[in-house]
């Protein structure tokens, strides 16, 4: 990718100098042209890298004489209008992005917005889209900010969907949640700073379409049902009490793996009987290594639900002699415990299953599938289970789970029945079956 090198001269006077490496390939040597002013030679930069890092044809040396607003006719696809002066005082989006992540009150902590600069410069800096009139525009990241349209923004979103990545050694086009995430996550809160600082009218992302996020819907196989969980429970604290107690609290609380390694003593009020999801574990590349974040993986990822009692005194006797900002599931020789060392742990829990008889290939993250399901088919409202599980929203909770619950469906149905006949509709009463499940949970815990 080109860039700007200012310069000064003997008398003071400032140069930019913009270099490049032929083709982008540094094998083949470097090229460079020096502009008198730095309004020209971001607009050169972004000609050299529309031409795919090549001298675009059309400039004389050291672009003497040719302003913005004054191309060439063999120049193509103009980023930029205005006059040098006017374009000299318009950032570029990647200048604002700039601005943007480093408010001193920006709420994303220096890793986010280091994920944040990485996105931005893999999938919009260097991007060159084509709008719908056949214009070619960009390298996106060199574009002045008011030239950032909708139209643009539009283009964009159909740039990306016709891009693809490696999956396994297969190429594979990017999903429409990852579009969201990198126009939600950076180019409209980038765009919407500007409008604020007054750089622009408004954020042209407002009405920019998106394609449709599909949610991948959970199948009845993919859930262990209640007779198997107590087996599961059982089978886990065979093999160790860290792994009996962990599986435990995901039956109990639904929470994702990195939000249960997460959880330190001060995020447990047992007397109130309350668990807070005040954070994640993740993983930063560089240095690539294991941290605890103080945000999850949605907004709504930070919450406070109630714990059943049933995982009270686990919860207590792991709290014990531990400090306020202890961990309460860590490795093996202490830190924090990686999804990797967890697999190994599992691996003998599933192990012993196979050879109790019990073939349900059920994982620690279908624990979570079964509180939501047995939750929602006890008729607990879908809002108060998408809170529980920390969803975006609620319609993201139906769509992975509402097809699984037609007990709830049926006696919706029943109750209609009642009514309109004049009847009280009785209450459900639970079988001997899930009497004797709810039971076998509560032994499986070691007293």
Same mark, same amino acid.
């Given at each position: @990718?080109?860039?700007?090198?200012?310069?000064?001269?003997?008398?003071?006077?400032?140069?930019?100098?913009?270099?490049?490496?032929?083709?982008?390939?540094?094998?083949?040597? =470097?090229?460079?042209?020096?502009?008198?002013?730095?309004?020209?030679?971001?607009?050169?930069?972004?000609?050299?890298?529309?031409?795919?890092?090549?001298?675009?044809?059309?400039?004389?040396?050291?672009?003497?004489?040719?302003?913005?607003?004054? =191309?060439?006719?063999?120049?193509?696809?103009?980023?930029?209008?205005? =006059?040098?002066?006017?374009?000299?005082?318009?950032?570029?989006?990647?200048?604002?992005?700039?601005?943007?992540?480093?408010?001193?009150?920006?709420?994303?902590?220096?890793?986010?917005? %280091?994920?944040? =600069?990485?996105?931005?410069?893999?999938?919009?800096?260097?991007?060159?889209?084509?709008?719908?009139?056949?214009?070619?525009?960009?390298?996106?990241?060199?574009?002045?900010?008011?030239?950032?349209?909708?139209?643009?923004?539009?283009?964009?979103?159909?740039?990306?969907?016709?891009?693809?990545?490696?999956?396994?050694?297969?190429?594979?086009?990017?999903?429409?949640?990852?579009?969201?995430?990198?126009?939600?996550?950076? %180019?409209?809160?980038?765009?919407?700073?500007?409008?604020?600082?007054?750089?622009?009218?408004?954020?042209?992302?407002? &009405?920019?379409?998106?394609?449709?996020?599909?949610?991948?819907?959970?199948?009845?196989?993919?859930?262990?049902?209640?007779?198997?969980?107590?087996?599961?429970?059982?089978? #886990?604290?065979?093999?160790?009490?860290?792994?009996?107690?962990?599986?435990?609290?995901?039956?109990?609380?639904?929470?994702?793996?990195?939000?249960?390694? #997460?959880?330190?003593?001060?995020?447990?009020?047992?007397?109130?009987?309350?668990?807070?999801?005040?954070?994640?574990?993740?993983?930063?590349?560089?240095?690539?290594?294991?941290?605890? #974040?103080?945000?999850?993986?949605?907004?709504?990822?930070?919450?406070?639900?109630?714990?059943?009692? &049933?995982?009270?005194?686990?919860?207590?006797?792991? @709290?014990?002699?531990?400090?306020?900002?202890?961990?309460?599931?860590? #490795?093996?020789?202490?830190?924090?415990?990686?999804?990797?060392?967890? &697999?190994?742990?599992?691996?003998?829990?599933?192990?012993?299953?196979?050879?109790?008889?019990?073939?349900?290939?059920?994982?620690?993250?279908?624990?979570?599938?079964?509180?939501?399901?047995?939750?929602?088919?006890?008729?607990?409202?879908?809002?108060?289970?998408?809170?529980?599980?920390?969803?975006?929203?609620?319609?993201?909770?139906?769509? %992975?789970?509402?097809?699984?619950?037609?007990?709830?469906?049926?006696?919706?149905?029943?109750?209609?029945?009642?009514?309109?006949?004049?009847?009280?509709?009785?209450?459900?009463?639970?079988?001997?079956?899930?009497?004797?499940?709810?039971?076998?949970?509560?032994?499986?815990?070691?007293?």
């Amino acid at each position: @990718m080109a860039s700007i090198e200012p310069r000064k001269g003997v008398k003071g006077r400032m140069s930019y100098r913009v270099v490049w490496y032929i083709d982008g390939k540094r094998e083949n040597g =470097r090229d460079s042209e020096t502009c008198d002013l730095h309004a020209i030679a971001k607009h050169f930069k972004n000609l050299v890298e529309l031409a795919e890092e090549n001298r675009p044809a059309g400039y004389p040396k050291r672009c003497r004489g040719i302003c913005i607003d004054q =191309r060439p006719e063999t120049e193509p696809a103009p980023t930029g209008r205005g =006059r040098c002066e006017q374009s000299a005082d318009v950032p570029t989006l990647g200048e604002v992005l700039d601005r943007y992540l480093n408010q001193p009150n920006h709420p994303a902590e220096e890793v986010q917005r %280091i994920g944040y =600069r990485r996105q931005f410069d893999r999938h919009v800096r260097t991007a060159i889209v084509t709008l719908e009139d056949g214009t070619r525009v960009g390298p996106l990241g060199g574009l002045p900010v008011t030239e950032y349209t909708a139209d643009v923004d539009q283009a964009w979103v159909t740039w990306m969907q016709g891009r693809t990545h490696q999956v396994k050694g297969e190429l594979v086009p990017y999903s429409a949640k990852t579009i969201h995430n990198i126009h939600g996550g950076i %180019i409209s809160p980038t765009l919407a700073y500007a409008s604020v600082k007054g750089l622009i009218d408004a954020n042209p992302c407002d &009405s920019v379409r998106l394609p449709e996020k599909s949610v991948r819907a959970v199948t009845r196989d993919e859930v262990p049902t209640a007779e198997e969980i107590a087996y599961w429970i059982a089978l #886990a604290y065979q093999v160790s009490e860290f792994a009996g107690d962990l599986v435990t609290l995901a039956i109990a609380t639904g929470l994702r793996f990195g939000e249960l390694t #997460a959880l330190r003593r001060c995020d447990i009020d047992l007397k109130r009987r309350l668990l807070t999801v005040a954070g994640a574990i993740k993983e930063r590349r560089e240095p690539r290594e294991l941290y605890r #974040a103080n945000y999850g993986k949605t907004d709504t990822a930070l919450r406070t639900i109630r714990i059943p009692k &049933s995982a009270l005194f686990m919860l207590q006797r792991r @709290m014990e002699d531990l400090p306020p900002q202890g961990l309460l599931f860590t #490795a093996p020789r202490g830190g924090i415990l990686h999804s990797n060392g967890w &697999s190994r742990t599992w691996t003998k829990v599933v192990d012993l299953a196979q050879e109790s008889g019990v073939i349900t290939a059920a994982t620690l993250h279908k624990m979570r599938h079964f509180h939501a399901t047995e939750l929602l088919a006890a008729n607990v409202s879908m809002d108060t289970v998408s809170r529980r599980l920390g969803h975006a929203s609620v319609l993201v909770t139906s769509a %992975i789970y509402g097809h699984l619950t037609p007990e709830a469906d049926q006696r919706a149905a029943n109750i209609l029945d009642a009514v309109m006949g004049g009847r009280q509709p009785k209450k459900r009463k639970k079988t001997k079956k899930e009497k004797k499940a709810v039971a076998n949970l509560l032994h499986a815990i070691p007293a």
